[in-house]
């Protein structure tokens, strides 16, 4: 079993993918398919939002978990 809290493991995680992630946003967004000012907004602000929810999601499950635990015990 891993040790440590969840939210410690869970930041290491994100951020390591979040950092691969980084990457590929930037290549895209380098590689000339958004050309208008509002293609790269909507871009930024889906990116964004799906990052950030994916991150929330991450405690909403812990938080999940552990009242399913508190509950059986």
Not at 5 to 11: I, T
């Amino acid at each position: 079993m891993l040790s440590g809290s969840f939210a410690k493991l869970w930041n290491i995680a994100v951020f390591s993918v979040g950092l691969g992630w980084l990457i590929l946003v930037y290549i895209i967004w380098e590689s000339g398919q958004l050309v208008a000012a509002i293609d790269r907004q909507i871009y930024l602000v889906v990116i964004l939002a799906g990052f950030l929810l994916i991150y929330a999601g991450g405690f909403l499950i812990e938080g999940l978990h552990l009242k399913k635990n508190k509950g059986a015990v």
